[in-house]
């Protein structure tokens, strides 16, 4: 007999700028080429809040957010082949169908076999699993990690280690495979290199141990919030500083005290007048600057081209650039060796009833991550 649908709790976000509420939302079972998963726990990520705040140009409502989170396969649909009922996953919000032009293209992690419906808040099928009352709900990033229960086709599941603890390995679901891939994957930082990074929460500190790792002599962290230095600091940062105080562009300074500007720069904020300044703190005729930031709907960013033509480079990373299915695994695995820690970065940890304040600490600039136990 095929899987039932499940009544479980979701915190649902009825319309942007609200506060989300918790709801006992019904789960339908998977269909085609989807699994089922029963979250175990879910980071709560800056991106969370940017679509929650309605900033995002695809965010639609009512939708379950987050994309931050580990769990087990609860029951799986006709024709799934590659995981399990019992299997321990990651959910991906950048798929790996391992068959689609920028799949087999060995030149990115952007798989798109699903992103349209994906970006319309529903399934490869049109639909959506979710429903209150009958009401569909949508899904967001392909993942809805604030539920319980959540249905994702099965080319957006990570299988794991079932030996990694799910309460810290979600935040490899995005902010710390993140900011390592943005390092080794995007920008492939040199040892001896000096770095640049911009924003010290989740995914800027994950982007110091990456930094770290790849043998960076000299890693800046940038950040308005002093309160962000220490870990920063204990993570590899060598120095950190904050904007505010100096008189002139943070990027003057950063030119004037690395001898001409750093070799890489990570924008991890959002800001788009950070991301100019990223950019132009690169040395002349080599540095790369890589946004990471989400920036909101109609802002772009500007620079004087002369800053390209004499050999800044500007790049983007998404999920690190790191393949889900293929690569994630090997992460869960380097951090069960004790390769890099992740505790350091859970300041907080609630129940799914308690979610609202984890936007809250966020917000406040109080929280790293808060990870949410189901
Ligand atoms: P966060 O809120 O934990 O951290 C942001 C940090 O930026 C904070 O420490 C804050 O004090 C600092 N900051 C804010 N304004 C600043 C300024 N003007 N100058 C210097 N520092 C400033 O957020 P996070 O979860 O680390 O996410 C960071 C960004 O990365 C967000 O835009 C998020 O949407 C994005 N993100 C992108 C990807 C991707 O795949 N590209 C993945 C995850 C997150
Ligand atoms: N929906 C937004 C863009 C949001 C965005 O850039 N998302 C990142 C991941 S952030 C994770 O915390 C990403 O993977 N982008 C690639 C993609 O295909 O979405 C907008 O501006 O429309
Ligand atoms: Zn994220
Ligand atoms: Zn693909």
């Not at 562009?249 to 904020?269: A, K, L, M, R, W």
Request: net charge negative.
């Amino acid at each position: 007999m095929g899987a039932e649908t499940i009544r479980c709790k979701a915190a649902v976000a009825w319309g942007a700028g609200e506060r989300l509420v918790i709801e006992d939302v019904d789960v339908m079972p998977p269909q085609l080429g989807e699994v089922r998963v029963k979250l175990h726990a879910t980071g709560v990520c800056h991106t969370d809040a940017f679509t929650l705040s309605g900033d995002d140009p695809e965010g639609v409502f009512p939708a379950i957010l987050g994309h931050e989170g580990a769990g087990i396969v609860e029951s799986v649909g006709e024709g799934v082949t590659s995981v399990s009922v019992g299997d321990h996953v990651i959910p991906l919000y950048t798929p790996e169908c391992g068959e689609c032009k920028f799949c087999l293209s060995g030149k990115t992690n952007l798989c798109q076999k699903i992103r349209a419906t994906q970006g319309k808040g529903l399934m490869p099928d049109g639909s959506t699993r979710f429903s209150v009352n009958g009401q569909p709900i949508y899904h967001y990033m392909g993942t809805s990690t604030f539920s319980e229960y959540t249905v994702l086709p099965e080319i957006s599941v990570a299988k794991i280690n079932p030996a990694a603890p799910s309460n810290e390995v979600c935040l490899l679901g995005c902010g710390v495979t993140t900011g390592m891939g943005a390092v080794t994957n995007t920008a492939k930082v040199e040892a001896g290199s000096c770095v640049a990074i911009f924003g010290l929460g989740g995914i800027g500190l994950a982007t110091i141990i990456g930094a770290k790792m790849a043998g960076a002599a000299r890693i800046i962290g940038i950040d308005i919030n002093e309160e962000k230095f220490p870990l920063a600091k204990k993570l590899g940062a060598t120095e950190c500083i904050n904007p505010k105080d100096y008189n002139q562009p943070i990027q003057d300074v950063i030119v004037g005290i690395t001898n001409g500007g750093v070799d890489y720069s990570f924008e991890c904020v959002g800001n788009v007048n950070l991301m100019r300044s990223a950019l132009e703190s690169c040395h002349k005729g080599w540095g790369e600057s890589i946004i990471i930031g989400v920036a909101g709907a109609g802002q772009e960013i500007t620079t004087r081209p002369f800053q390209l033509v004499t050999g800044r480079v500007w790049k983007g990373s998404a999920f690190g650039g790191v393949k889900g299915r293929s690569e994630l695994p090997a992460f869960v695995e380097r951090y069960l060796a004790g390769e890099f820690k992740l505790d350091d970065f859970i300041t907080h940890t609630m129940p799914l009833s308690q979610i609202n304040d984890a936007f809250d600490l966020m917000h406040e600039g109080k929280s790293i991550r808060s990870v949410i136990h189901f």
